[in-house]
């Protein structure tokens, strides 16, 4: 008997069915993997399962019996434990606190913190999800919460774990821990269903895959009888090139130059230590790097996000070493950035408005001060045209889209500004293979047409295959530069871990942990 | 003239005048911390004073009037709660209205009742110290003794109240299951709901909790301190506690011990004024004074000041 089927679940949000007649079945101690276009429906069929969202239509069984699930709660005491495409936990409070709010071991109201913490330290153990219970979320890395949020589950007795694109955020190491947990708690007898959009995970973790499209259940195969072409294909519906063509750059004068930058981080610790890069006309050049080396701390830094302690950054020998946001904007730079719902996106704002941030005072969009409606729609319907943005219109608020979606709206934004530097960071975080492999194209069409871009990925396999220079960081410093062609993973991979230019031949797990966990 | 000015007298003072700003600050931390900012403290204060008052004349019982004073604070945060959790309101213009809605119901109520505009009689019997321990003699030991009781065991009942309602609303909120799912509720809501914390309701106990304590600091204002009420004789005193509340880093002894700091502030400034007799000063500069102290610790503090993430957001299910 599968541990949960679903059957006919529909789900429609004004303008879009978001899920149509979908069924599923997860048997105990299986591995599902549920793939999908930006906008197919896939968060929104687990939110449904969870109790986050109500159902127009279908019927849910645990274990054989029907259920009804009106809220997480209801979930939880079936079994049911999901981690969020966007992290449900409270960043001022303890890992152990996180853990076991809900369901806290407490006599007459007070908690029981030494048994909590003992729970916590068990489990960890148990899964090998290493953590420590009294730190402080906050102050974690994304891997690290990511290892709360699934004890977290386990904590609440989960037997059903929905993962929603649990590697979008990690960093390639990290991503081995994750799939050897998700190995170790299978055979413990729980079942597991995947969101991902990285094939490679899929036909290494997967025991089936199940494929939708615009809502619906598209097809359903193993990876044993199919390959990343056959998935890509089910997904999109068309064949994809995983890998784009690239023809060698030719680069023109120089367009940014960072002198000696040093950058504080929040708690005021050099994050740069003294870091110079050029990037000219015409050239793409890659950031490579483990999260957390300072890379964030260098495109906050150029785009006016952030006031550097010393050193210079011009924009085609014009200084905007100090220029506000508003100025770089205006001097030529666009800005991909990480987090998209952070920085990138205000969520409460319509795909239009949103469309305009940073151009609303400019012609054409505003006139006397006044903004436009007509010009700014008819641009706004273009632009999602163009990026293919998948929405009913464009009066929808930017937090009702979908992840990949968001994604498409800041990389429309940023992108359609005709910018002379373009800094995009993770700009293909959370899409799917059809949209990398377009954002991709637009990225060397931009090179081509003689833009100076500046790419931050913790995509090994982007960095190289987009890059016409590779810069890698540690540690707030330049670590190795290589041209286009010159690097392997294996090399790259080798300073991205700390080894320095006087030690020749890689050490081994560092290259391979890297090299094992690549992005496509 | 600066140690006569530092008498045990003047401490006692401060901790008095801190006594209604400790506790609508706490009420202030309480409800904050779940995610709803309550700038309505001034007039929940405002109605416990008044209540307090009206229900003591009436019966003739200061305790009742406590009593009744807690229970205005609650209803009046009851509409804050209803506006804010259940509406959606913006909390800042449902609390602003409160406020107006405080100080025009009391002025009415009061011209109603007793038939006239400013102040009503004054009760009876305000409510005494709790202790009252002999003093006096001679020699060291006596002067010392005089010194504890004064700073020590001087106090009203709703004074040493205060004192243990920052104690244990201290450890309630880092030590049990209420606090610690208050505290969620004002960072990250959407978290405490996905794992079955009901945000809706968490975030009204936590409204009402600081009408109740706003009432109960207008009634240490009018039976214990003042012994009438007089139209809006809390004059900013919410205000205050807010800013003693940021400044207490959204804790309850941090609420306290700043609202002590304003406190002893409103003392000097008595004290102050009795000096000067004779001076040219005008008594309003040192009417003043207390608030330009909160002018200049907020603006000193408040860019580190962190408060709940989630802070005057309703939260709406999906
Ligand atoms: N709260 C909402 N209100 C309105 N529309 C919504 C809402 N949530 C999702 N949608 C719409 O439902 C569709 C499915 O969204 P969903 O988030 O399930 O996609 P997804 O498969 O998870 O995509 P991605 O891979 O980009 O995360 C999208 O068109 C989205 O715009
Ligand atoms: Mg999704």
């Known amino acids: 008997m599968p541990v949960l089927e679903l059957r006919e679940i529909t789900k429609v949000f004004p303008g879009v069915r978001a899920n149509d007649r979908v069924s599923l079945v997860l048997e105990r101690g299986e591995i599902v993997a549920l793939l999908g276009e930006n906008g197919a429906g896939k968060s929104t069929l687990m939110n449904v399962v969870y109790g986050l969202l109500a159902p127009d239509g279908g019927e849910i069984l645990v274990d054989g019996k029907p259920v009804r699930i009106r809220t997480p709660r209801e979930a939880i005491d079936l079994g049911i434990g999901m981690v969020h495409q966007h992290f449900m936990l409270v960043q001022t409070l303890t890992v152990t606190e996180n853990i076991i709010m809900g369901h806290e071991p407490s006599r007459f109201g007070v908690i029981d913190f030494a048994t909590a913490r003992a729970k916590v330290r068990e489990l960890s153990l148990r899964y090998g999800l290493k953590v420590d219970p009294g730190a402080r979320v906050a102050d974690l890395s994304v891997g690290m919460q990511q290892r709360v949020e699934i004890l977290k589950a386990l904590y609440q007795g989960a037997r059903i774990l929905i993962l929603d694109e649990p590697t979008a955020v990690l960093s390639p190491q990290e991503v081995g821990e994750l799939f050897g947990v998700v190995r170790s708690l299978v055979t413990e007898g729980l079942s597991v269903v995947l969101i991902t959009h990285k094939l490679d995970e899929v036909m290494g973790a997967a025991d089936r895959v199940v494929v939708m499209r615009d809502g619906r259940v598209v097809g359903e195969t193993t990876p044993a009888k199919t390959d990343q072409v056959g998935l890509a294909r089910m997904m999109v519906g068309r064949d994809v090139v995983l890998t784009v063509e690239r023809t060698p750059a030719r680069p023109g004068e120089t367009v940014l130059e960072v002198r000696d930058l040093v950058v504080l981080d929040e708690r005021r610790l050099e994050a740069l230590k003294g870091v110079g890069l050029t990037v000219h006309a015409g050239e793409i050049v890659g950031i490579a790097g483990v999260d957390g080396n300072g890379q964030t701390q260098l495109v906050e830094a150029i785009v006016g996000l952030k006031r550097p302690q010393s050193g210079s950054i011009s924009l085609r020998d014009k200084d905007i070493t100090h220029a506000a946001p508003r100025a770089t904007i205006h001097a030529g730079v666009s800005h991909v950035p990480e987090d998209r719902q952070r920085r990138g996106l205000v969520l409460e704002f319509d795909l239009a408005e949103n469309l305009i941030l940073g151009d609303q005072r400019d012609a054409p969009y505003a006139r006397a001060g006044i903004m436009r409606t007509r010009v700014i729609d008819e641009a706004a319907r273009k632009r999602i045209g163009d990026y293919d943005v998948r929405t009913p219109s464009i009066r929808v608020l930017a937090g009702n889209l979908s992840g990949g979606n968001q994604q498409k709206l800041v990389l429309a934004r940023e992108m359609g500004r005709d910018p002379d530097l373009l800094v995009a960071a993770q700009p293909t975080r959370g899409l799917d293979v059809g949209a990398i492999e377009f954002v991709h194209r637009r990225i060397l069409t931009e090179r081509d047409g003689g833009k100076a871009v500046l790419l931050v990925s913790m995509e090994l396999e982007e960095i190289m295959s987009l890059s016409d220079r590779i810069l890698v960081m540690y540690e707030g410093r330049i670590a190795a530069e290589f041209a286009a062609g010159e690097a392997d993973a294996e090399r790259i991979g080798f300073f991205m871990t700390g080894g320095s230019k006087k030690d020749h031949a890689p050490a081994p797990q560092a290259g391979t942990a890297v090299a094992g966990g690549g992005g496509l | ?318």
């Open chain 2, 1 to 318: 003239m600066w140690l006569s000015f530092l008498t045990p007298d003047l401490f006692a003072s401060a901790i008095r005048m801190a006594t209604p700003l400790a506790l609508a600050a706490i009420g202030g931390t309480i409800c904050e911390r779940s995610g709803v900012v309550n700038i309505a403290l001034e007039g929940m204060m405002l109605v416990g004073a008044f209540f307090g008052v009206v229900v003591t004349l009436a019966t003739g019982n200061v305790w009742l009037g406590v009593v009744a004073a807690i229970v205005a604070g609650v209803l009046l945060s009851a509409i804050h709660a209803f506006a804010s959790v259940t509406l959606r309101m913006d909390q800042v213009v449902s609390g602003t209205a409160l406020n107006i809605l405080a100080l025009g119901l009391t002025g009415f109520l009061m011209e109603v009742i007793y038939g006239h505009p400013g102040a009503t009689n004054g009760i009876a019997h305000k409510i005494g110290p709790v202790f009252n321990f002999p003093t006096g003699g001679t020699g060291v030991l006596a002067t010392i003794w005089s010194w504890v009781d004064q700073i020590v065991f001087s106090y009203t009942p709703i004074v040493y109240v205060a004192i243990i309602i920052a104690i244990v609303a201290q450890w309630a909120m880092y030590r049990t299951r209420w606090g610690l799912r208050l505290r969620a509720l004002g960072e990250h809501p959407r978290a405490a709901d996905t794992v079955g914390v009901r945000v809706q309701a968490g975030r009204y106990v936590a409204v009402l909790i600081s009408g109740a304590l706003g009432g109960l600091a207008g009634a240490n204002l009018t039976l214990e301190q003042v012994g009438v009420f007089s139209d809006n004789m809390t004059s900013g005193r919410g205000f205050i506690a807010l800013a003693a509340n940021i400044f207490g880093r959204w804790t309850p002894v941090g609420s306290y011990l700043a609202s002590l700091l304003f406190g002893f502030a409103e003392a000097i400034e008595i004290r102050m004024q009795s000096f000067q007799q004779g001076n040219q000063i005008p008594v309003q500069f040192f009417l003043m004074l207390p608030y330009v102290l909160v002018v200049i610790v907020l603006a000193g503090f408040m860019g580190r000041a962190v408060g709940p993430a989630a802070i005057g957001k309703p939260y709406e299910k999906e």
